[in-house]
């Protein structure tokens, strides 16, 4: 979910439909903006101008509603090579051959770097208005400039980064989902950080999301393989850990 600071109103990525879903809490009303293009409509955040930024997961694709001009524009992220163009280009063709029961999945060759797949993911928008988005796949962040649609891609120096968010001095923060880290990237110097997660000696964690308590100063993250909610305090660079009322408490994100 995403809400706006103009009205209140939440938009929603069904991830299976290419559509955006917004809702009105006075009326109880449902609006359905249909997409002409792009596929699996993922997270979701709306900028300071209340335009909504989308990940399009299958298709590679980032995608933005102007709610001014009810107008969306998708913006094509870079492939690693023609198979993966030609992938991400004719995904929606293929799902469609699959409902139809013919298993072309079992087909598509799959290899350690996921070619074919880059899977952007996570999405958030820096204080400067930046567009930033995480792509799990190819161990890669990247940025939208909205006034140019200039898209520059960094490498990451750790593999699979999932969901980010901003802090309130545009410093980003990542999760590495299978590396037990969180991250931060500062835009203005161009650096990377590791953080070790506060797990037991030899034991791991795969963060799947984090959030940024920005008043407080606080980096709260998703401790899966503990059944934690970890707390980094920013001021002491200190954790706290919060353990879940149950078991395989599997968590995907933080608000």
Do not use: C
Not at 65 to 77: A, H, P, Q, V
Not at 96 to 124: C, E, H, Q
Not at 155 to 160: E, L, V, W
Not at 245 to 253: E, G, I, L
């Amino acid at each position: 979910l995403a809400e706006s600071e103009r009205d209140g109103h939440i938009f929603i990525t069904p991830s299976a439909q290419r559509r955006l879903v917004e809702f009105n809490p006075k009326t109880k009303a449902f609006t359905l903006h249909h997409i002409d293009g792009g596929f699996y409509p993922h997270t979701i955040r709306i900028d300071k101008k209340d335009r909504v930024w989308f990940t399009l997961a299958l298709s590679n694709q980032i995608g933005m509603l102007d709610r001014s001009k009810n107008k969306f524009t998708l913006y094509d992220l870079p492939a690693r090579g023609w198979r993966e163009r030609l992938t991400t280009k004719y995904i929606a063709v293929m799902y469609k051959i699959i409902s139809w029961g013919i298993p072309l999945s079992n087909w598509l060759p799959i290899d350690r770097a996921s070619t074919g797949v880059p899977l952007p993911y996570g999405i958030d928008i820096t204080p400067d208005g930046k567009v930033w988005f995480a792509r799990l796949h190819t161990d890669e962040i990247g940025n939208i400039e909205p006034s140019t649609g200039k898209i520059t891609m960094i490498k990451t120096p750790f593999k699979g980064p999932r969901r980010l968010r901003t802090d309130e001095q545009g410093n980003l923060w990542i999760v590495a989902f299978p590396e037990s880290k969180l991250v931060r990237y500062s835009p203005a110097r161009h650096k990377f950080a590791l953080v070790d997660l506060p797990v037991k000696p030899k034991g791991s964690e795969t963060p799947y999301a984090l959030n940024v308590d920005k008043k407080h100063r606080i980096v709260w993250v998703n401790g899966n393989q503990s059944d934690m909610l970890h707390a980094l305090n920013l001021a002491t660079l200190k954790w706290t850990s919060y353990p879940l009322p149950h078991k395989v408490s599997f968590t995907r994100d933080i608000e």
